[in-house]
């Protein structure tokens, strides 16, 4: 059990602008991983920051952490039209990670908001509450293979072929809800097939879609999706949303091949794009050494300081 001291020598980390951006961020997961209300009053502080990347970062702890104190911080957010639109979609995506369904009405009233990829993770996340509230967390889908700890915003399909689900996966006729879930049952399958499926959604036409395909290939941390991570990055034109969560799975997959490129971006124009960069280049460093896990955190990381 964590002190409140320590909670609080963390949470002032998280909370200083002067600390690097990289730091925080360590201070962050560390606050996820202790849990508890103080840390969600720490983590709901720093929604006032500057940086669009952090403050996405915070809904999205929020939500993983899966715990109802932090339903009114992140309602707040969701409601706030002058938050960027990623910091505001991943509240509503954090809401429907959380799993009550009292947010149902305010998820249904934002899924016809006018930013685009808030409207989208509002209606799935709905669909998700539904799915819960239908008992979908009791069925065989809930546990159809999931090797992440991660709250995902759709439950895996049901078992098919890796060709069956690529075929869903792409199929933009679909409800993203239904594309959705074949996304998350080819990351389970952890195949170099299933990657190489994932990567061709990098075409599709949602960037919220796009946005969630980069994050899973993160996850999994396969060599074959670095190429068409790289190319999402820097491609000219492609929503910023997406192009961040591309170098934050070149970072996570921490191979020298990814390294060139987030060197390249780390002055991007866009800042969300650039500051991925710093955080993906500390995540590369770490992925190469043999210090403590990227979300361990920073209560052990002060000692190698």
Request: hydrophobic residues 40%.
């Amino acid at each position: 059990m964590s002190s409140s001291q320590e909670v609080e020598s963390v949470g002032r980390i998280l909370a200083s602008p002067k600390e690097a951006l990289t730091t925080r961020f360590r201070a962050l997961f560390t606050l996820r991983n202790l849990g508890g209300a103080e840390a969600i009053e720490w983590i709901s502080r720093a929604f006032v920051d500057e940086s669009a990347l952090l403050k996405h970062e915070l809904a999205y702890c929020l939500g993983q952490m899966q715990d109802e104190r932090a339903i009114p911080i992140l309602e707040m957010v969701l409601k706030d039209t002058t938050q960027e639109p990623m910091v505001r979609h991943e509240a509503g995506e954090a809401l429907g990670a959380i799993g009550n369904p009292k947010v149902l009405d305010l998820l249904k009233q934002y899924s016809e908001d006018p930013v685009v990829e808030v409207a989208e993770t509002c209606q799935l996340a709905v669909r998700r509450l539904e799915w819960l509230m239908n008992g979908g967390d009791q069925g065989e889908e809930a546990t159809n293979g999931n090797p992440y700890t991660s709250v995902d915003p759709a439950p895996p399909a049901p078992k098919k072929s890796v060709p069956e689900l690529r075929a869903q996966l792409l199929d933009e006729s679909l409800p993203l809800f239904e594309r959705y879930r074949a996304m998350f049952a080819l990351r389970n399958a952890g195949t170099e097939e299933a990657v190489l499926a994932l990567g061709d959604g990098l075409q599709c036409g949602s960037a919220l879609f796009r946005h969630e395909i980069g994050y899973v290939l993160g996850q999994m941390q396969h060599e074959a999706s670095i190429p068409q991570l790289q190319a999402a990055l820097e491609r000219a034109g492609e929503n910023a949303m997406v192009r961040h969560e591309c170098a934050e799975a070149l970072g996570a997959i921490g191979k020298e091949a990814c390294l060139q490129t987030l060197q390249r971006h780390r002055e991007d124009r866009e800042r969300v794009v650039k500051e991925s960069c710093e955080v993906a280049l500390d995540m590369y460093e770490y992925e190469n050494s043999t210090q403590f896990q990227y979300a361990d955190g920073l209560l052990r990381a002060q000692s190698v300081q």
